[in-house]
């Protein structure tokens, strides 16, 4: 039995391929969960319509990202800190404190997508990479100065 993929399946092919399954497979387990239609001219013309807005959609998408990248990679920020004798930091800058400085710029992103692995506890220039999408990684420069 021929189907359209409407989803991703792994063994199977991507969205929007034409593939040949047993039709027990196709009709207890794909075509009931929306994974797949019968493959008749009407579903191709549907399939194909698909296909062409999950394209245009991603193409959309990777040019917002782009515009962020782009827009992360000039941002400068700016944090004081309160700092004791020999310059030792009180506190430390953390994520949030980058996503609040982030937010006074302009620049809106994800908490969780800037990718600090420990607190800044030390005055210095730091880069600081920020995740715009899985596949794109964007740094930002971070100055910590006495306040």
Do not use: C
Request: charged content about 30%.
């Amino acid at each position: 039995m021929d189907i359209i993929l409407l989803k991703d399946y792994d063994g199977l092919g991507e969205s929007g391929d034409v593939v040949a399954v047993k039709p027990g497979f196709a009709r207890n387990k794909l075509i009931p969960e929306g994974i797949a239609l019968r493959a008749s001219k009407r579903n191709m013309a549907i399939a194909e319509e698909r296909k062409m807005v999950n394209k245009n959609r991603q193409k959309r998408q990777e040019a917002s990202n782009e515009a962020i990248l782009k827009q992360l990679s000039k941002t400068e920020i700016t944090i004081e800190a309160q700092v004791g004798d020999e310059d030792k930091m009180f506190g430390s800058v953390t994520a949030l404190d980058i996503h609040k400085s982030l937010e006074q710029k302009g620049v809106i992103v994800d908490r969780n997508t800037i990718l600090l692995d420990e607190p800044i506890k030390a005055l210095g220039i730091y880069h600081v990479p920020v995740r715009v999408a899985p596949e794109l990684t964007g740094d930002i420069k971070i100055y910590v100065i006495k306040s």
